[in-house]
């Protein structure tokens, strides 16, 4: 099988390269990325020289490469994971989230339609569901749940959603959809919580917490989220959505916390900073539909996970210390500092 996997040098894509590229060594997996400020090749460096690995620099809202692409690689299956990801980026500046997520999204639907790709499936969001109150625990996201969305990110993802069904539905694309809550773990980029904790906490620098710290993600390792896109991809009914999450709700200062514990570092580090436009106040997903329809359990749970993630991050410094060296630190400055 060729698959091809979009927004590979990413943080999910990146993990997701690898797991493929190791447990099926007969599959062939082209992982097409544009390396944005968010792509990193330093993340695929363990299956760069692997037979079955290749990778290709591009656009995927870039029309004539994408059809030259398929015509020429005729892949079996679509793995989109490009986008640009990062709320707070898409509050400045929302004109790329349309032309990425949207435009990218329907120019790959159109070559898969073209090119009679075997399965296309689209990686979303549960931000597409927008939020739920705090004060309502027995509520989740299912897949009934209507698209409700709240910052720009979430509705270019929510748009192309929309766009991934219509194709199922009006040429018979042979699609699916996972919506996953909040990931953490290894390569994650430090503009996103948890690493940013890490990183800053390690240079005992203060932790920037949004408003009163009280909102709720619902965090899943991002193993977790490769393994049920795998079965997704091979499994998964065509047509459907599969919300992905592991029942672990933290709110942002619970999670600011254990990690400063586990850290050996001061809670005089947080530091409360003004509000993000429009912000989610609890994300919680029911993943009972992927359980009982594809047998998918994680193997993580919070608390598990956050030692094997600090650990990594302990392990490779080389990997994040390069990234908040350069342009991000501008960015860092003007988000927090400046304003
Ligand atoms: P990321 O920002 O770490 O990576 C995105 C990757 O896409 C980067 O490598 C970037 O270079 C690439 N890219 C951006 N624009 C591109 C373009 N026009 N053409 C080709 N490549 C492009 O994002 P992530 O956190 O790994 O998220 C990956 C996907 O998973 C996204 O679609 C996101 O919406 C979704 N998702 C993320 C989370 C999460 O918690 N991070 C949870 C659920 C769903
Ligand atoms: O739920 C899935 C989504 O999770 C993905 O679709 C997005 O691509 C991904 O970026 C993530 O979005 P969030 O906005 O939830 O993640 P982020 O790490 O940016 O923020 C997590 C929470 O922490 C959120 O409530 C905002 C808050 N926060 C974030 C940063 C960066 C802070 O309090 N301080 C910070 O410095």
Redesign the pocket.
């Known amino acids: 099988m060729k698959i091809l996997v ?9 993990n997701f390269v690898q797991y493929m590229v190791n447990k099926y060594p007969e599959d062939q997996i082209i992982n ?9 090749l330093e993340t695929l460096k363990s299956v760069e020289d692997k037979p079955n690995y290749k990778f290709v620099k ?4 870039d029309r004539e490469f994408i059809m030259d692409l398929f015509e020429k690689e005729r892949p079996d299956v679509v793995v ?7 709320v707070d980026r898409s509050i400045e500046d929302p004109e790329i989230f349309v ?3 949207v435009l ?1 999204t329907t120019t790959l639907l159109d070559a898969s339609v073209k090119y009679g790709v075997k399965r296309y499936h689209q ?5 597409v569901y927008g939020d739920l109150p705090l004060d309502r625990p027995d509520l989740f996201f299912t897949e009934k749940t209507p698209l409700h969305t709240s910052s720009p990110y979430s509705s270019a ?1 929510a748009a192309a959603d929309l766009f991934v069904q219509a194709y199922h539905r009006t040429y018979g694309l042979p699609t699916t959809i996972s ?6 773990g290894p390569y ?2 430090p503009e ?1 919580l948890i690493p940013l904790i890490i990183s800053r906490a390690l240079n005992d620098e203060t932790i920037p917490v949004y408003g009163t710290g009280e909102n709720v993600r619902d965090w899943l390792h991002v193993h977790d ?1 490769c393994t049920a896109i795998d079965l997704i991809i091979r499994n998964g009914k065509v047509g459907e959505v599969y919300n992905v999450g592991g029942h672990n709700e933290r709110t942002n200062l619970e999670v600011v916390k254990t990690v400063l514990k586990a850290l050996d570092k001061p809670e005089s580090l947080i530091t409360y900073v003004t509000d993000r436009k429009g912000h989610d106040m609890r994300y919680a997903i029911d993943p009972t539909k992927l359980e009982r329809e594809l047998g998918w359990e994680p193997e993580y749970t919070f608390d598990t996970g956050i030692p094997q993630t600090i650990q990594w991050y302990l392990d490779n410094k080389e990997w994040w210390e390069n990234i908040i060296s350069g342009e991000y630190q501008n960015y860092f400055k003007e988000m927090y500092v400046d304003k």
């Open positions: 979009t927004g590979g040098a990413g943080f999910i894509g990146g097409l990325d544009a390396l944005t400020y968010a792509g990193n591009g656009d995927i809202a989109n994971f490009a986008a640009e990801s990062h032309k990425t997520n990218g990686v979303s969001t549960d931000e993802k919506r996953c809550s909040n990931n953490y994650h980029f996103k989220h």
